[in-house]
């Protein structure tokens, strides 16, 4: 007997009751588990005792600070977490990405469309999930090491914490070691198809693992070529 499959946990934080419904009835009949923080001030306590699978979280709350909050959610967990906002400037984005966000969609938004994020989201925040590929369990660049299997990074001989979008831009640029790749084919890899566009999620993710990994003053891990795109230098 097959054990029965356990639907993905969504924890919706929002004020709005109508965006509310709207994302709950549309996620539950595709088979998703919904849980609702109104103000945002439970966030904290449900991501500990429920262990959602995703956070849709509005940045406009009448209790506390929603990047604020992103940065508490990501500090606590690997969770997925798509920003919903009506703030739709760059400068938010890329505040919320660096808070931690995976993602960001601004309201208003198509059902469909958040639905693909969601998917998408889903396929790299989960990666035992995904197909998989002929590739090295270990990768070893200069002292630092990538157990693809573990999903785990250590910098000489200590574990750094990654969330699963750092690993897998990270993991990307190691696989292809040498190799120049394009703004456009690391959103295609690792954020999905319909991405190309969003080069500051590139730019902001980079930063992210360059402050984590590369030594004040060494040889940089990851190389920027202008307008052309990244690459981590071969051997």
């Given amino acids: 007997m097959t054990e029965p499959t356990i639907p993905t946990r969504v924890l919706i934080v929002e004020d709005d009751p109508n965006i509310v419904d709207l994302m709950r009835s549309n996620l539950a009949v595709r088979g998703f588990d919904t849980l ?3 103000d945002g001030s439970k966030t904290l306590t449900l991501l500990d005792t429920e262990q959602p699978d995703m956070v849709l979280l509005d940045l406009m709350l009448p209790e506390v600070d929603g990047f604020e909050l992103c940065r508490q959610i990501r500090e606590r967990s690997n969770v997925a977490i798509i920003v919903v906002s009506a703030r739709g400037g760059e400068r938010d984005k890329v505040n919320a990405l660096n808070m931690g966000a995976d993602d960001y969609m601004t309201k208003p938004f ?3 469309e958040l639905l693909a994020r969601i998917l998408a989201t ?3 925040t989960r990666p035992a999930d995904a197909t998989a590929e002929a ?3 270990v990768i070893t660049i200069g ?5 693809l299997p573990a999903q785990q990074v ?3 001989g200590e574990i750094v914490h990654l969330t699963p979008t750092e690993f897998a831009l990270l993991r990307e640029l190691a696989l292809n070691r040498g190799k120049l790749l394009s703004r456009a084919h690391l959103l295609r890899r690792v954020w999905g198809r319909g991405y190309e566009t969003e080069t500051e999620y590139v730019r902001v993710y980079i930063r992210r693992l360059r402050a984590k990994l590369e030594r004040p003053g060494g040889a940089p891990l990851i190389i920027t070529q202008p307008r052309a795109g990244y690459r981590i230098a071969g051997d």
Avoid at 143 to 147: G, Q, S, T, V, Y
Wanted: charged share 35%; hydrophobic share 45%; net charge negative.
């Fill in 154 to 156: 250590r910098l000489a």
């Fill in 36 to 38: 609702v923080s109104f």
């Fill in 110 to 112: 198509g059902i469909e």
């Fill in 135 to 137: 590739a090295p369990s």
């Fill in 122 to 124: 889903l396929r790299r």
């Fill in 143 to 147: 002292d630092i090491e990538l157990d």
